[in-house]
């Protein structure tokens, strides 16, 4: 058997998939905490929190609805981004006037609030979710196995990431959003609706954390703190990658995903921690980031 | 005369957060004509524009718009009465080429003009439209700021300082478009502290000072109030 640095090679390429999986739910995260910071300059200490709705919507439709995969997979993220939009329009936007730390604090207890009704409500243990039919079973690739769950959430992130990089960077409705960024009360005396371009992208950004929720449903045990578990990790990823960066939060979000994978084939002590120790030395050595503008 | 008065503001007071800046401003702009807002730095010219836009903090009074009340309104509904803004900092966005900032604003009236027209008018924009809209030289930026208003359809511009800081031969430039612009029935307020741009250029001349019109001079009248211009604006 082929091996790598006395790795067996199918281990290794398992871990850097893995890696790869858990890469992609952080960049799909780590994206939509970077649309939001843009938009509205808050950090959204929720976001861990619609992830984990994302992931119970799921699991709850399927109890208690019968909806499968697929229509949670349609319909999840929109419920979490309505859910977003009341928060944004009920809440959220009577804070613009003051200083962020009071929409931290709010989307903070926010998250609180949420993580602590669901766990008196389902407890704190796992559910189990079953990867829906089509997805089961591997793909033999020759040099190893690749579980076709795993290669659909890859794929499935990436190609939200490149939507949504697409969106803002390419079209009219992303020129918009760019203006509203740079210049929200100009942009608006051009005739364009600003505080429902927030809303929306709150919306939006919100909607992407509870996608993610559906998409890592069946490869966890779905549980009312599998956020607050997630979000720590996720904001070590943007302080990596430098905030309000749309393209940097997507590699670093991946790259480190892989590095942490491959933390745990060959130095599994250090994987938790892994991440957490990059973030020190890129705060030591570039305290924007390493996609960020300026510090 | 109440069917060609094209913007009227009335007792209009304007404030950002504590500080009182418009004291009561009073004047008319009939369809179709140019005025000037002259008077000092800090007299309260750039904050009337701002106030007709809905960008300082609270108002009071009367903006009256081609016909409807604008002082309780939000700005992107104001710009939607068929007014365009270009404002003194210029406003490009850096992040935005040139092309998408000339394409930013939407359509908020009928007959704006042509992109090609525009190309016509700036060629320089043309060729510049894949730069980065702040990596442009100051002359090309006003040119965009300007130009970006008119591709909208606005018939009633608002234009803050737009001699500021320009080389003589695009100051030049600049007023003969105005002077197209006046041809073709627009009607436009002109903040300037460029007398000699202004003069010209406007049909009537407002003296502003502490937030309120001290004088109005009609173009013929220029002459004659030579000596009380000297005095307010030391021109």
Redesign the interface.
């Known amino acids: 058997m082929i091996e790598i640095f006395g790795v067996p090679l199918p281990s290794l390429m398992g871990q850097l998939t893995l890696g790869l999986v858990n890469g992609s739910f952080y960049a799909v995260l780590s994206l939509g905490l970077a649309v939001i910071f843009g938009m509205l300059h808050i950090i959204n200490f929720c976001h861990g929190a619609c992830y984990m709705l994302g992931a119970l919507f799921t699991w709850m439709a399927m109890e208690y609805f019968g909806l499968g995969y697929w229509w949670a997979l349609l319909l999840v993220p929109l419920s979490v981004a309505a859910i977003g939009i009341v928060l944004e329009r009920l809440l959220l936007q009577r804070l613009y006037k003051l200083d962020y730390l009071y929409a931290l604090l709010l989307t903070f207890g926010i998250a609180l609030m949420i993580e602590g009704g669901f766990r008196y409500l389902f407890g704190a243990t796992g559910k189990p979710y079953s990867i829906p039919d089509e997805l089961t079973g591997a793909l033999d690739l020759g040099f190893m196995f690749l579980p076709k769950y795993r290669a659909w959430v890859i794929g499935a992130s990436l190609t939200v990431c490149l939507f949504t990089w697409y969106m803002i960077e390419k079209t009219?409705l992303g020129?918009?959003l760019?203006?509203a960024?740079?210049?929200p009360?100009?942009?608006?005396?051009?005739?364009?609706?600003?505080?429902v371009m927030v809303m929306l992208t709150y919306g939006f950004g919100v909607g992407l954390a509870g996608l993610a929720g559906v998409l890592a449903a069946p490869t966890t045990q779905v549980s009312p703190l599998m956020g607050s578990n997630m979000i720590i990790l996720v904001f070590a990823v943007v302080v990596i990658g430098g905030m309000g960066s749309i393209l940097g939060s997507v590699i670093t979000g991946l790259g480190l995903g892989v590095v942490e994978g491959l933390t745990k084939v060959f130095y599994p002590e250090a994987s938790a921690v892994i991440v957490f120790v990059i973030m020190a030395i890129v705060l030591w050595l570039r305290p924007a980031g390493l996609f960020g503008k300026g510090a | 005369m109440q069917s060609t008065e094209y913007l009227r503001v009335s007792s209009l007071h304007a404030f950002y957060g504590e500080s009182h800046v418009l004291h009561g401003m009073d004047f008319t702009v009939r369809r179709g004509e140019c005025v000037s807002l002259l008077g000092r730095n800090g007299a309260g010219r750039t904050t009337t524009l701002r106030a007709i836009m809905g960008l300082t903090g609270k108002r009071t009074g009367s903006i009256m718009i081609n016909g409807r009340e604008a002082v309780n309104l939000a700005p992107h509904k104001i710009a939607q009465l068929g007014v365009g803004y270009c404002p003194e900092e210029r406003g490009i966005y850096s992040s935005l080429t040139c092309e998408e900032n000339l394409m930013l604003p939407p359509k908020v009236g009928s007959g704006g003009m042509s992109v090609e027209e525009l190309y016509e008018m700036f060629p320089n924009l043309k060729e510049r439209r894949h730069s980065q809209g702040t990596k442009m030289s100051g002359g090309e930026q006003q040119m965009l700021a300007m130009a970006r208003i008119l591709r909208t359809g606005a018939r009633l511009l608002l234009l803050d300082e737009i001699s500021e800081g320009l080389a003589p031969v695009i100051v030049q430039k600049l007023a003969e478009i105005i002077q197209t612009l006046k041809q073709r029935g627009y009607t436009i307020v002109l903040v300037e502290q460029n007398f000699r741009f202004a003069a010209p250029l406007a049909d009537r001349m407002f003296i502003v000072e502490h937030g309120q019109v001290v004088a109005e001079i009609a173009q013929h009248e220029l002459q004659e109030k030579q000596a009380f211009l000297q005095e307010t604006l030391g021109v």
């Open positions: 009219r020129a918009y760019r203006a960024t740079e210049n009360k100009l942009t608006q005396a051009f005739g364009i609706n600003v505080p």
